[in-house]
Structures are given as structure tokens and as C-alpha cells.
């Protein structure tokens, strides 16, 4: 394929993506503990990072939304699994095309020492033991790049055989020299890990920069690149 071929391509998955999530996207439920998760019949893509990395935000972004993943300028506000259905079949009582899941941040200090613990064993749990997961974003702030706490996260997604799209947010926020440079390192650290995509995304939930081509990623992750093309 030339250069030109795997451009044109890359267009049509974006505009197909771009198409589904124009359609129905809905809420669908808040999980406070695993026993309240929905039952695990279509795929799910699941938005993992610290506290305040923007995990909220970019769902809105990919999903075309202004808020239906609440965000906002107080770390912890996502304090449970939160379920959104995408694509909704004509059929009555037919089931979404797939699920993403907005979770806590970890990493966050000032929420007492009991609540963090909880929802570190929630996201742990669901991550690691979820057949019908089959793809997680790990956000990592482009300001900080990689942290300890993102370090152990992607180990025990790596230990779980749970393969994961590192994703840099909030580039807008930093110099384009500085981007470069946090890209370089964190695309060097991503390759030791085993459940690791080898391609870094680079993204802004505020100015757009890269959200067409993480939609298009995140739709081929679930429901494969045949229904890119065919769908
Ligand atoms: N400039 C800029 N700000 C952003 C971007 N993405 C998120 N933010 C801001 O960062 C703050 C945190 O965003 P959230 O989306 O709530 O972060 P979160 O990861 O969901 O936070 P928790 O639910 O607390 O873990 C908000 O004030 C957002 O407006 C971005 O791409 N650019
Ligand atoms: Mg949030």
C-alpha cells in the first residue's frame, strides 16, 4: 500500500467511526462495586489514568458530547464505573455495539485513604478479570508524562494479558518541543511492556488534536477492522 492508498483508508475508517459516534450514544448505568456491573455481552473499552489526566473529558471528545462523562477541576469526581452504550440496533430490545467505561483516577492523595483503596480494588478487579474487555486507554498527562502509578498499572495490565493504548491528553497544554520530547520517552518506555500497543497517541479533548484517530482506533478495537470497512 502507498502512502496515498493508506491515507485514503485511514480517512474512511475516521469518517466511519466518526459516523457511529454521531449516532446514539447513551448512559447506561454507575457501578459502586463489581456486583452492580452490567452483564458482559458486547465489548467494552475501558478510560484508565490518574486523577484529573482527562479521562472524562476525552470520552466527551470521542464521543462527540459536551458532558455526557462529567469532568471537572476537582480530582476524584469520577468516583464509579460509569457505563455508555454506543450504536443502538433498530430491533426492539437489541443490544449496544459496545461499551465504553469511565473509571476513577488513581493516584489521588487528597480523597481519604478508604475510598482510594476501594476504588483501586474496583478498577483493578474489573480490568483484570473482564473476558468482554478488549481494550483499555491508559491516559497518561502530557505535562508529566509517565508516573510510578502509571508504571504499576501497566505492569499488572501487562501480568493480566489486558492489552492497553497509552494516550497522551492535554497537549494542548504544553510547547510543541516539549511534546516531542515526552512522546520520544514515553513511546521508548511503552515498547518494554508487553500488553503495550506499540503506537502512541497523542491527543487534546480541548482542541481535537488527534481525537479522529483515537475514534477510529477505539471503533476497530471493538469491533474489529472488518466492520470499519464493511460497516
Ligand atoms: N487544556 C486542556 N484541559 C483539559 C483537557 N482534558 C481535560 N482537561 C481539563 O482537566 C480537568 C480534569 O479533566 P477530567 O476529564 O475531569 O479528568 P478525569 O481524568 O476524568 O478526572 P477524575 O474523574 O477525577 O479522575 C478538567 O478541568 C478538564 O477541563 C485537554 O485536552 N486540554
Ligand atoms: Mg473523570
Known amino acids: 500500500m502507498d ?4 491515507e485514503a483508508e485511514q480517512t474512511a475508517r475516521e469518517d466511519a467511526a466518526s459516523k457511529l459516534f454521531s449516532g446514539p450514544v447513551d448512559f447506561l448505568l454507575s457501578a459502586p462495586q463489581l456486583q452492580f456491573l452490567p452483564d458482559p455481552v458486547v465489548p467494552e473499552i475501558a478510560f484508565c489514568g490518574r486523577s484529573n489526566v482527562g479521562k472524562s473529558s476525552l470520552l466527551n471528545a470521542l464521543t462527540g458530547r459536551r458532558a455526557i462523562a462529567r469532568a471537572s477541576v476537582t480530582p476524584g469526581r469520577t ?9 443502538r440496533p433498530q430491533e426492539e430490545g437489541a443490544l449496544p455495539l459496545f461499551r465504553l467505561v469511565d473509571m476513577p483516577g488513581y493516584g489521588f492523595a487528597k480523597a481519604p485513604v478508604k475510598v482510594v483503596e476501594k476504588w483501586k480494588t474496583l478498577v483493578k478487579s474489573y480490568l483484570r478479570g473482564r473476558a468482554v474487555l478488549t481494550r483499555t486507554l491508559v491516559l497518561v498527562d502530557s505535562r508529566h508524562g509517565l508516573k510510578q502509578v502509571d508504571r504499576e498499572m501497566m505492569t499488572m495490565l501487562d501480568e493480566a494479558a489486558a492489552s492497553y493504548r497509552v494516550v497522551l491528553t492535554k497537549t494542548d497544554k504544553i510547547k510543541a518541543s516539549e511534546l516531542e520530547a515526552v512522546a520520544n520517552r514515553t513511546a521508548d518506555e511503552i515498547r518494554k511492556h508487553v500488553a503495550a500497543y506499540p503506537e502512541l497517541h497523542l491527543t487534546s479533548s480541548e482542541k481535537g488534536m488527534g481525537i479522529a484517530a483515537l475514534r477510529a482506533a477505539v471503533v476497530g478495537d471493538a469491533l474489529g477492522e472488518g466492520w470499519m470497512t464493511e460497516g
Open 3 to 6: 502512502e496515498a492508498e493508506y
Open 79 to 87: 468516583q464509579e464505573l460509569n457505563f455508555f452504550d454506543v450504536g
